[in-house]
């Protein structure tokens, strides 16, 4: 035991030492079966293949090598799509690569010229323990004879339709009312010598024998009290009837008629086949070489996936299996062996015999039934299938019988339930596309920066629930960010306008890596350990949170946070929309930003040349500017000079300003006495003060 122990340390040690695409690729050869499996695998007729993620072959069984001309060893490590197609790349129609893409299930129908027919292709995934998606098992199914079944099914079935088009039996309509003919088949003048249109023009009496005639007239009578009566086995009739010819000859002749009522169930019309009794041998051949095609198409139903049983009552007994074919055995495993022992209502789950005996019941009597309907059968292993069955009576070894037809449609409705679910992500994405439709159009209606956030936030409640909308913006040096705009639940700390340092927020790292964050369900302990800046947001009741970085022309410049109090709220897919959503606003929230930095600066501005025009007013200097020998500005100590010193003309200010061209000058009185100080101004054309001049 203790070598035991050693052994199997020894080989944990050797699994933890494999790098992740090693211990992958030994996950692979490890299924999906090793020994007595393998050698299952080996007599499947089926080509079976395991195929990792990149498309490799890692393990085939001897029927997939056979195809490939190969030895199944020698399969190992080919890329599947270059071994198998040819082709460099994965076919469109290739079902692993489906797969890859959505994790579940496919098939197709395929056909290889290298693997010489064609094959019904399924894959389904094959994954780690941890339940990481590593490869696929593909089966390929030769259903190259199945095909050709159904060639020879369709002309078999265009070979019926030229019979009935060009029988040589009489097929007429009577009207009961005129007892006229108002349909006779072209065929009658082979019979009888005269034409349709010849037989349509006279009354019925000219059509039979006298003797016939009473015949059919007192038969007719009898058949219509009685079906009035209730009597249904009165509707089709059968008797022999003597018709003359052009020639004077009598033709000996069976007819079949069937009673045709009105919508009030009443008999208005009779629909017949005549038939001429000396072609009853021909007749004969062509009903033996119907049921040898009856038999044929049994079989090929077999091979088409169509499984055949025939059920009559036999010896009190109703519903008796008395026939199968081989798909029938092979679905539901009832051989020879079954038959007369088993009634269909054996292999009837006990919840749905009360429904598939008064359908049988019903059937056998010649009464209308669903001929098409859906149903749960148990196979002998005690399985339950789900089944399409087609039935309708018929007769068998001289007796009434149902023939049913029924294929297994599991695969069917997971087929019809991956298009639901395609169809409701095609309404998901349409409504998506919608809604960033209008978010685009809301970023263009206004620069209200106050307007277009709370119109931004219906528009995304459309796509995700949320119970409160932060949108977080970086300042400029990166030390903090701003919540310029809050929607929902009110959160101490966290109000609209508050600064927070960015250093160990959650808005840090979706900013550094430039990617999204769920927060919430189980993880939501750790995450406050690693950010407890989202403290205020769980004591706010907030439990579900996401985090979408806003990045515009390739920088990160602030994030979109959602909240909800609902437990794990939020999924990957709703995180990948609110990438889509971020995305889209980025460029709104920057340039709203920019907005609100201009109108910051132009406010500060304003400010500042507030404060100057004050002090320059307040200040006891003379303060002058002038152009061209003229003042265009006097501050109040300038305008209180003497007169003659404030006439630009007065040779003191002629002089002063040749002397001091260009300059501004600064006076100051001292008592009665005024000094002077000036400096040049700066060597640009002078333009004055916008904000000084008078």
Known sequence: MKKA?????????????????????????????????EKILDIIPDLVAVIDKDHRLVRVNRAMAARMGLRPEECAGLTCY???????????FCPHRRLLEDGLEHAAEVHEEK??????VTVSPLRDPEGGLIGSIHIARDITDQKKAEQALRRTEAQYRLIAENTADVIWVLDLASRRFTYVSPSVERLRGFTAAEVMARPMEEA???????????????????????????????????????NGSIVHTEVVTTLLTDERGEPERILGVTREITERRRAQQILEERERQYRTLVEAASRAGEAVIVTQDVGGREGVLVFANEWATTLTGYGPEDYNRLCWMDIIPEDHRPAAYDRYRRRIAGEDAPAFFEAPVITKRGDRLLVAVSASRTEFQGRPAVVSFFRDIRAQKKAEEA??????????????????????QVISSSLDMRSLYGRLAAVIRKLIPF??????????????????????REV?????????????????????????????????????????????????????????????????MGVLNLQSAAADCYSPADLKLAEKVGAQIAGAVANMELYRERKRVEEELLKSEERYRRLVELSPFMITVHRQEKFVYLNPAGRAMPSGFRTPKSWWAVRFMKSFTR???????????????ARPCPPSKPSGSAGMER
Request: charged fraction near 25%; charge should be neutral; include cysteine.
């Open 5 to 37: 122990m050693q052994r199997g340390e020894g080989a944990a040690g050797e699994e933890e030492a494999l790098s992740p695409q090693s211990r992958r690729e030994r996950q692979m050869t490890a299924c999906p079966a090793q020994g007595e499996g």
């Open 419 to 440: 298009l639901r679910r395609s169809e409701a992500e095609a309404l998901r994405l349409a409504r998506e596309n919608e809604t960033l439709a209008e978010i685009g």
């Open 663 to 677: 300059s501004i000058g600064t006076w100051s009185r001292n008592g009665s006495a005024w000094s002077s100080r």
């Open 115 to 120: 693997l010489g027919g064609d094959f019904l």
């Open 467 to 488: 119970d409160r909308l932060a949108v977080n913006v970086l300042d400029p040096g990166g030390a903090s960010f701003s919540i310029p705009y809050v929607l929902g």
């Open 208 to 246: 039979l024998t006298p003797a016939s005639l009473a015949f059919i007239e007192r038969t007719l009578q009898e058949r219509l009290r009685a079906y009035r009566q209730g009597d249904l086995t009165t509707n089709v009739w059968t008797g022999e009837v003597d018709q003359p010819h052009r």
């Open 82 to 92: 270059r071994a198998v197609h040819g082709t460099d790349s994965p076919p469109e």
């Open 492 to 556: 101490k700390d966290r109000e609209e306008g508050a600064v927070i340092p960015i250093r160990g927020t959650l808005v840090e790292r979706v900013t550094r890596t430039r990617s999204g964050a769920i927060i919430g369900g189980d993880s939501l302990g750790d995450s406050l350990g690693r950010y407890p800046g989202l403290s205020p947001l769980v004591k706010a009741g907030l439990t579900s949170m996401l985090f979408v970085p806003l990045i515009f022309e390739g920088r990160v």
